[in-house]
């Protein structure tokens, strides 16, 4: 079954701390991984899309890795900002795929204090 | 450059009424997705519509929901004879070719039903 898994649920850093954000997938057969970011009440907003081929992806301070050996991505936020308070969605992309393409996980929610 | 609109925002409808969701693409884009966010759960996929054809239904229910993108004005996704369990975020997303390219998502619309 084709499923993205992301950890952790819900995290509370301090404003200016970096973070890691987790997401393990089985999903086959792969196109590509998108982190998106989702602000409350709103639409997804991609921040980075890794192929196959692609290990690490930089998007200011967003930072997302792909290790397709082991199914598994990480983004990683460096020096973080109220702003960055969101859900954060891995989406894994089936490849041959029509409107079904996109894989969705639940989310890690974020939240930065002062 | 507008992106992609969604109307209304919010809809309050009563079991047993009629729901209609409006979803305009991005100028220039020519493919439209639907997705149903439920409370807690990752976006899933509906349906994924061209200019006047249906391409993939697959993710949506069969009975009560209905789709369609006219050559002129914007996707409507139609739900009859709602139910509580209807209530949800549902998003459009629309992009300018094959899905597993970048698809632009909207800010939603988000249905309650009473």
């Known amino acids: 079954k084709n499923q993205v898994e992301q950890s952790p649920q819900s995290l509370i850093i301090l404003e200016g701390k970096n973070c890691t954000l987790q997401c393990n997938y089985t999903v086959s057969p792969f196109s590509n991984l998108r982190w998106y970011k989702q602000d409350t009440g709103r639409g997804p907003v991609s921040l980075t899309i890794?192929?196959?081929?692609?290990n690490t992806k930089s998007n200011g301070r967003y930072t997302a890795t792909l290790d397709a050996d082991t199914k598994q991505s990480s983004l990683h936020i460096t020096a973080s900002q109220l702003s960055d308070s969101a859900s954060y969605i891995c989406?894994?992309?089936?490849?041959?795929?029509?409107?079904?393409?996109?894989?969705f996980g639940k989310g890690t929610t974020l939240s930065v204090s002062s | 450059n507008a992106g992609v609109m969604q109307n209304p925002r919010h809809l309050v409808r009563r079991r047993g009424q009629e729901a209609r969701l409006r979803c305009s693409p991005m100028?220039?884009?020519?493919?439209v997705y639907w997705y149903r966010q439920l409370p807690e759960e990752g976006l899933k996929f509906m349906v994924y519509?061209?200019?006047?054809?249906?391409?993939?239904e697959s993710g949506m229910p069969k009975e009560r929901f209905s789709a369609e993108f006219p050559k002129e004005g914007p996707s409507i996704l139609r739900i009859q004879q709602v139910v509580r369990g209807d209530s949800a975020a549902y998003f459009c997303?629309?992009?300018?070719?094959?899905?597993?390219?970048?698809?632009?998502f909207g800010p939603g619309t988000r249905l309650t039903v009473t």
């Open positions: 997303a629309s992009s300018p070719g094959l899905a597993g390219v970048e698809q632009y």
């Open positions: 989406v894994v992309t089936l490849a041959n795929q029509a409107g079904t393409a996109l894989i």
């Open positions: 890794m192929t196959f081929s692609e």
């Open positions: 519509l061209q200019k006047e054809n249906i391409i993939d």
């Open positions: 100028k220039g884009h020519s493919h």
